[in-house]
């Protein structure tokens, strides 16, 4: 009995809207990293891209339950000392909406080339309208 490997040229590739309104953040990003590393497919292989894309519409509508908004922060550093800049989670949403879920879904791939590739084939905007109707993306229910 042989494993079943994907080649890259093999991989089928399906575009997938998925609507963030009123939905929680991180149980949404989890199964936004689990359809960019393709383990919703049979054929998933774990060194192959296997991953479908993601257009993530109203993202300034998503949802964080307690007290997050305040108490959660991301967090950068410049590279000099005592350059730790914090930012909480509330400012995040009013300058840049899509940054909250690029960044949560992000930090659930896998750290290396084959983790940026993936990272590549999530869309993110604001609002409901996306620039993406051509691939005839289908609606996913998450």
Avoid at 30 to 54: C, F, N, R, W
Avoid at 98 to 124: D, N, T
């Amino acid at each position: 009995m042989k494993s079943y490997m994907a080649k890259p040229s093999e991989v089928d590739r399906k575009w997938f809207v998925v609507d963030a309104e009123g939905k929680t953040l991180g149980r949404l990003s989890t199964q936004i990293a689990m359809i960019l590393m393709g383990k919703h497919k049979p054929e998933y292989t774990s060194h192959i891209d296997t991953g479908d894309y993601v257009i993530v519409v109203n993202s300034d509508k998503v949802v964080l339950t307690g007290k997050k908004w305040d108490q959660e922060f991301h967090v950068r550093h410049t590279g000099y000392p005592g350059g730790q800049r914090k930012v909480s989670l509330r400012t995040v949403l009013q300058k840049h909406p899509e940054r909250l879920i690029e960044h949560s879904v992000k930090g659930m791939l896998p750290k290396s080339r084959l983790g940026r590739q993936m990272y590549k084939k999530l869309k993110v905007y604001a609002g409901a309208e996306h620039q993406h109707q051509a691939q005839k993306p289908e609606k996913l229910e998450l």
